[in-house]
């Protein structure tokens, strides 16, 4: 299992971002998919997740209405779409596959 992050990087507050997740060496298809982060001193926490077939996507308030989590099995890639950015969602991106599936993270970093 290889999970590899990307799109991360410093941006304006109010500005965008979209975050990719590369996944192989599984089935992309079987799995739902789920993006984490965690900022500097604070515990790993989850931003959004999204089922096998992308019908059904969950968020945390913090990022809800902003947000927006996708996938492309065709791709084998989980999206994560980040509008009206803020300071406070500066952290490091992770993507996860259940069971216990981390890629190695990507950076955000929101600050004018």
């Known amino acids: 299992v290889q999970l590899v992050e990307s799109g991360g990087a410093l941006v304006q507050p109010g500005g965008s971002l979209r975050l990719s997740c590369a996944a192989s060496g599984f089935t992309f298809s079987s799995y739902a998919m789920s993006w984490y982060r965690q900022a500097p001193g604070k515990e790993r926490e989850l931003v959004a997740e999204?089922?096998?077939?992308?019908?059904?996507?969950n968020y945390a308030d913090s990022v809800k209405a902003r947000f927006t989590i996708s996938r492309d099995n065709a791709k084998n890639t989980v999206y994560l779409q980040m509008n009206s950015l803020k300071s406070e969602d500066t952290a490091v991106y992770y993507c996860?596959?259940?069971?216990?599936?981390w890629g190695q993270g990507t950076q955000v970093t929101v600050s004018s």
């Open positions: 996860y596959r259940p069971v216990g599936y």
């Open positions: 999204i089922s096998r077939f992308g019908g059904g996507t």
